[in-house]
């Protein structure tokens, strides 16, 4: 049986329409451009909390996202990947607009994972040209809804079971290479210190905000659709 997430007091997305005060702050939302952003930005650690509602700005994004992973060759992209705190991530296994099914998992909840656990190759968008072998579950239930409001759930076997569970660990602030084997990750040590001393010489050149701004505008964000 499927998890009652309106029950459960998680949240169903619903249009409430918009006030006047709520139609500002989305603009201000809505001000500049999505981009991806790279690790180790704070907004990547930032734990989603259940979006409540779905309104046409959302959706916008949710559009803006697709086009954002295409550009970048993904197959999948959560939203605080562009800087936003919404519990929701966007899959696309073909990689190219009309290739394959374009999917929305909002609020999703993952459980009973199954045997076997495989080891693949996993990268992010978040760390482009970075790869290195994960262990998950082959298989996972989910429990979620899409932009039309409509429940998700079921068994997600193979590459949608991994990309799954690669994107919800973005929604709780959690990365791939969080997941290594010490192996692992000693293979990827000096490319992760390469992120940290890029993002610090952008941070040194005004190009990204203190940790205390970032917070401050996803919290003010939450305040709108969570
Ligand atoms: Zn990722």
Redesign the pocket.
Known sequence: MCFDLLRSGTGHPIDRGTSSRQAKQTRIIRENLLDIIEYPHPALRHKSKALRRVDADLRATVSEMFSLMYAAKGI?L?AN?VDLPYRMFVINLGSDRGEDDELVFINPILSRPKAPVEEEDEG???LPGLYAPVRRPSSIHVDAFNLEGEEICGEFQGLLARVIQ??TD?LDGV??IDRLSDTAEMGVRDEIAEFHRRFEQKREAGEIPSDAAITQRLKQIETVYC
């Open positions: 999948g959560a990947q992010c968008l978040s690669h994107e973005h990365m791939f």
